[in-house]
């Protein structure tokens, strides 16, 4: 119950192109939902967050979809760039799990040139 | 502003050998600190962490151990390096919600 199921396992973008990741949990005493991107080589970097009481967060090209009656949220990426390519992680934070983040397993994007 | 340092950046060490990462965390008092492991393109295992000063919880049973000497430091330890001990080795704090992660040291064990 303590999962986050993240898909796919990796992506291929065309630039330009619209990049979608999808999670999904079941402990509804989640309420923290961040994403984070990684770069080989460096540490993963938080990139946006939601809580459950909105539906939508949206900075610049990064946009979150929040369902929570399908206990389900995804990654939009507008407008892909050669420079996203990263791989993307999604977690969740609260409940009983309290203070500790639980990662998905990740998702590697590569967007062509 | 915070600010996360993790040293050594890269380490090769010989089977057997002890192991000591370092951690430190600026500009914020009485963080949760954190220590995880990512194997080469795998996710995120978390190994340890510290809600204060000498409170250490083990996720992972394994031949490391952590340590809270003081409030902004976090060490990873180990007495003997096995093979399987090789990974990218992170350490992250946070406050509230929000984690924070360090830019990581690259183990190969040998």
């Known amino acids: 119950q303590q999962q986050v199921k993240q898909s796919p396992q990796s992506l291929i973008v065309q630039k330009g192109g619209i990049s979608i990741i999808n999670c999904a949990y079941e402990?509804?005493?989640?309420?923290?939902f961040p994403w984070y991107q990684q770069f080989p080589g460096k540490g993963p970097a938080l990139l946006i967050a939601?809580?459950?009481?909105?539906s939508e967060k949206k900075e610049g090209r990064f946009t979150i979809s929040f369902n929570k009656s399908a206990k389900q949220f995804s990654l939009h990426i507008m407008d892909s760039q050669p420079g996203d390519s990263a791989t993307y992680f999604c977690?969740?934070?609260?409940?009983?799990?309290?203070?500790?983040?639980?990662f998905g397993a990740g998702t590697r994007l590569f967007v062509k040139a | 502003s915070q600010t996360i340092h993790q040293w050594p950046a890269t380490l090769v060490q010989p089977v057997g050998s002890p192991l000591s990462l370092e951690c430190t965390v600026e500009?914020?008092?009485?963080?949760?600190l954190y220590w995880y492991r990512q194997a080469a393109g795998r996710g995120l295992q978390l190994l340890f962490y510290?809600?204060?000063?000498?409170?250490i919880s083990s996720e992972v049973p394994q031949n490391l151990s952590a340590s809270r000497p003081q409030d902004r430091q976090f060490i990873l330890s180990s007495k003997k390096l096995l093979l399987s001990d090789s990974g990218f080795y992170l350490c992250?704090?946070?406050?509230?919600?929000?984690?924070?992660f360090g830019p990581g040291t690259r183990l190969t064990v040998l």
């Open positions: 992250a704090w946070s406050a509230i919600d929000e984690q924070f």
């Open positions: 977690a969740a934070r609260g409940g009983t799990g309290g203070f500790k983040t639980i």
């Open positions: 402990n509804t005493a989640f309420d923290y």
């Open positions: 510290s809600v204060g000063i000498g409170q």
């Open positions: 500009g914020t008092s009485n963080p949760n």
């Open positions: 939601i809580r459950p009481d909105v």
